[in-house]
């Protein structure tokens, strides 16, 4: 089971009954000293251990796990709306845009696109990357605020990938950290339940939540997919160092969407029945309410903070990081937090300019141009961080590779 702080551990009570080590973590895998080492992990019988039972010998290989990011991909929908175009129809301009946001373009989907068809895409080229077969997929996370069914999209694209071993396929809700909460949730999975190969996909929507009235929201946002393939590998290899998580619900008041009033009289009908207090099946939610003045300072303030603690935990150093990849939501805040690290610019990754803010789709939007551009390569260490509503952050530091 992981917590906040980045640190894994395993419910082994027979194994741990009948060995009694101490468990300690290495980066952010495991590690058992039995007095000697830590180097003294699954130890053979030719060295003088005790025969164990499978059960035993399951719990040993799965402490010794690591997991990689061995493939990634994205998708964008096919309408492209610039600053001009929103001059079109909210009092704004191109210069009034970029200035304040950095932003130039977004993309929306049409109606004739849909969210579980441009995740599914992205989730594709992730498995052709990392030469992957859907039948071998054992876990589907989709990291999404907007799915197009309540009760979640993930199975259906599960479904539209092929994999026909049914392999689990959930939503994970958490706004533009959503991505980040994904990558932790499957390096849990492949340590702690023995899974091989976990697809985490970040997607949303949000422009079907946009008032297009409001400048001072409809020139932030868009839509897009992204998604990695994480895979089992030694521990020695373990490409997610550390992560730092955190939540304030006290925030939510300052970015959120939540349900509509429900227009149904809250007294009972004229013949006196229940009838007049229930639902009528119409709910839905608002469109985006944010303010933008106490968003921007929680970013400035938590995100850097919670890298710094990453980083620690990992036993690294600001010089050690090659990217900085953050959560694309304005290019101040990406400059005030590279600033406040001393990353310089040229080890910043950013496309916000050409597709706004894309939720929990913009951290592996931008990791996959970057690796597809051959800017990140293999056995390059990342930091990157998402935030948003709720109001939650979190920080990873991963390797690439």
Request: hydrophobic residues 40%; aromatic residues 6%; contains cysteine.
């Amino acid at each position: 089971m992981a917590n906040a702080s980045g640190l894994v551990a395993p419910t082994l009570p027979s194994f741990r009954r009948r060995f009694s080590p101490s468990l300690g973590v290495y980066r952010s895998g495991f590690w058992f000293c039995h007095g000697v080492s830590r180097r003294t992990v699954c130890s053979s019988a030719a060295q003088g251990a005790e025969k164990l039972s499978p059960a035993e010998s399951k719990a040993r290989r799965l402490v010794s796990k690591g997991c990689k990011l061995v493939g990634c991909g994205s998708a964008l929908p096919s309408i492209q709306i610039s600053n001009d175009n929103l001059s079109e129809i909210v009092d704004t301009n191109d210069e009034w845009i970029s200035v304040r946001t950095g932003i130039r373009n977004r993309r929306i989907l049409s109606r004739k696109e849909s969210l579980t068809a441009m995740a599914t895409e992205a989730a594709q080229k992730a498995l052709q990357m990392a030469e992957v077969e859907p039948n071998d997929v054992d876990l589907v996370l989709l990291c999404t605020s907007t799915p197009e069914d309540l009760f979640g999209s993930a199975p259906q694209i599960q479904k539209a990938l092929g994999c026909s071993r049914n392999p689990l396929a959930y939503d994970i809700t958490a706004a533009c950290s959503g991505f980040l909460l994904g990558l932790v949730s499957a390096a849990c999975y492949i340590r702690g339940g023995g899974f091989n190969n976990v697809l985490v996909i970040g997607a949303d929507a949000l422009s079907r939540y946009v008032d297009w009235t409001d400048r001072g929201s409809c020139i932030l946002f868009g839509d897009a997919a992204g998604a990695v393939l994480l895979q089992s590998c030694d521990s020695e290899e373990d490409g997610l160092f550390a992560f730092d998580m955190h939540s304030d619900g006290e925030g939510q008041r300052h970015l959120k969407a939540g349900m509509k009033g429900d227009s149904t009289d809250q007294e009972l009908a004229t013949n006196g029945s229940l009838l007049g207090l229930l639902p009528k099946g119409s709910s839905s939610y608002s469109c985006i309410e944010m303010n933008g003045k106490e968003v921007f300072r929680f970013a400035v303030r938590v995100v850097p903070h919670s890298i710094e603690l990453a980083l620690e935990k990992a036993g690294l150093g600001v010089s050690s990081i090659d990217w900085l990849i953050l959560h694309q939501a304005n290019q101040r805040i990406i400059d005030a937090v590279a600033t406040r690290l001393e990353v310089p610019q040229e080890r910043v990754i950013s496309n916000l300019a050409n597709y706004g803010n894309t939720s929990a789709a913009s951290i592996p939007l931008a990791l996959d141009e970057a690796v597809r551009s051959g800017k990140v390569k293999a056995g390059d260490t990342i930091a990157t961080a998402g935030f948003g509503a709720g109001l939650t952050w979190g920080s990873a530091i991963v390797r690439w590779g």
